[in-house]
């Protein structure tokens, strides 16, 4: 059996809508922490201009492998191994690169080690960040429900935890990343858009 995950199957449309624009000039994306494959799979059937690439730690591997070479379309790659911990990053080039749920999930080290691989990876102005995933705003939560979620993730586990969007932003622009948008999604959710290289002209 695959693995599958609901939250996946509820928000692949919401954000399918917001990174056909965002990814309308791009040709080379990467996924970082693909998961189960739902949104790799998803991404590249109704994106088919792009040439995704799925990676994920070597644990999860196996069931990304599978979903791929199941439901796969030609221009989902075979999934490559990717811990953002280890330096250098062995990933092929690209124009962009999109991220789920991931944030939250690693230590504050893996957030920072994150950023400055997409530093290296991201070499062009114009090339382009996604990510989705719940955010803090002034270290306020956006719902009720993300404020306990984030009480969950600590006890779970205390490196993990729902982050602050300005430490974040100061990621990316360390990155050389500039903040183009931030979309309010379904379940109290963002998708936040950087563009690598200054802001343009209004």
């Not at 998961?35 to 069931?63: D, M």
């Not at 080039?93 to 991220?99: M, Q």
């Not at 691989?117 to 070499?123: H, S, Y």
């Amino acid at each position: 059996m695959l693995p599958f995950s609901e939250a996946c199957e509820r928000n692949k449309e919401p954000i399918l809508d917001i990174l056909r624009n965002v990814f309308a000039q791009a040709v080379h994306v990467l996924e970082i922490g693909s998961g189960t494959g739902q949104h790799a799979v998803w991404f590249a059937r109704h994106l088919p201009h792009l040439q995704w690439q799925p990676t994920e730690r070597t644990t999860e591997l196996p069931g990304l492998r599978a979903r791929i070479a199941d439901e796969g379309p030609p221009n989902l790659r075979a999934p490559l191994e990717l811990d953002v911990l280890v330096s250098p990053w062995r990933t092929p080039p690209a124009d962009a690169v999109f991220s789920a749920n991931t944030l939250h999930i690693m230590g504050w080290p893996g957030v920072e080690a994150f950023f400055a691989g997409i530093a290296t990876v991201l070499l062009a102005d114009g090339a382009m960040l996604a990510v989705y995933g719940p955010f803090r705003y002034r270290g306020d939560y956006t719902s009720a429900s993300n404020a306990a979620f984030d009480q969950w993730l600590r006890q779970r586990d205390p490196v993990s935890g729902i982050r602050d969007f300005d430490a974040v932003d100061s990621l990316a622009r360390a990155a050389g990343l500039t903040l183009v948008a931030d979309h309010d999604m379904p379940a109290n959710n963002q998708l936040l858009v950087w563009r690598r290289g200054p802001a343009r002209p209004a």
